[in-house]
Nanobody, 119 residues
Framework: VQLVESGGGLVQPGGSLRLSCAASGFTFSNYAMRWYRQAPGKEREWVAT????????NYADSVKGRFTISRDNAKNTVYLQMNSLKPEDTAVYYCYTKLIQTTRWVDYWGQGTQVTVSS
């Protein structure tokens, strides 16, 4: 199982970025996907979730109305469109999924991609 994030970078406040997470090693279309983030000196926090078919999404209050999670099951990729970025959105962003393996659920994380919002 691999989750590989990309798309991070430096952006000015009010700007936009789109993060991608390419998944492999499992049947992507069967599983919900999430984005998390971790700012310096803070705990990792949940950002957004999308169901396996993409029919339902949920967001943390801090990003609701500004971020959009989506997925392309044909490309085994989940996205996070981030608009109206604020300095407090600065963090390492991680892709996450939880897979059933035999009789237990196993957590998988990507390596993370840095997003810095600064003028």
């Amino acid at each position: 199982v691999q989750l590989v994030e990309s798309g991070g970078g430096l952006v000015q406040p009010g700007g936009s970025l789109r993060l991608s997470c390419a998944a492999s090693g499992f049947t992507f279309s069967n599983y919900a996907m999430r984005w998390y983030r971790q700012a310096p000196g803070k705990e990792r926090e949940w950002v957004a979730t999308i169901t396996s078919a993409g029919g339902s999404t949920n967001y943390a209050d801090s990003v609701k109305g500004r971020f959009t999670i989506s997925r392309d099951n044909a490309k085994n990729t989940v996205y996070l469109q981030m608009n109206s970025l604020k300095p407090e959105d600065t963090a390492v962003y991680y892709c996450y999924t939880k897979l059933i393996q035999t009789t237990r659920w196993v957590d998988y994380w990507g390596q993370g991609t840095q997003v810095t919002v600064s003028s």
